[in-house]
């Protein structure tokens, strides 16, 4: 199965930002419709953002509109979430996933491939 990689997570304040990246040795992302998931401790594995195959559209949770940017650089095989204005309930890890049906775009059954996740901690 194919894994990707995210990277990026770390410590920081609250108001500071943070960029993660996502990408995968073996798999053609630009063919997949990618997102951004994360789940805090005894939480469920929640939607962040997601952005279609050719970046056209994007979508993203009412927790992070305004806040936080998903955005992809095909020829890279990359896929970003950059994350502003950190607030501490936005701990957790964050996943990266890739899927290529046609689906409810913030149900996790809708990505085949995932990364093992990167965690983020904003300190208040």
């Known amino acids: 199965q194919v894994q990707l990689v995210e990277s990026g997570g770390g410590l920081v304040q609250a108001g500071g930002s943070l960029r993660l990246s996502c990408t995968a040795s073996?798999?053609?992302?630009?063919?997949?419709?990618m997102a951004w998931f994360r789940q805090a401790p005894g939480k469920e594995r929640d939607f962040v953002a997601r952005?279609?195959?050719?970046?056209?559209?994007?979508y993203y949770a009412d927790s992070v509109k305004g806040r936080f940017t998903i955005s992809r650089d095909n020829a890279k095989n990359m896929v970003y979430l950059q994350m502003n204005s950190l607030k501490p309930e936005d701990t957790a890890v964050y996943y990266c996933?890739?899927?290529?049906?046609?689906?409810?775009?913030?149900?996790?059954?809708?990505?085949?491939?995932w990364g093992q996740g990167t965690q983020v901690t904003v300190s208040s």
């Open positions: 996933a890739a899927g290529d049906r046609t689906g409810t775009y913030y149900y996790t059954s809708t990505y085949d491939y």
């Open positions: 073996d798999l053609t992302l630009s063919n997949y419709g």
């Open positions: 952005i279609s195959r050719g970046a056209t559209f994007t």
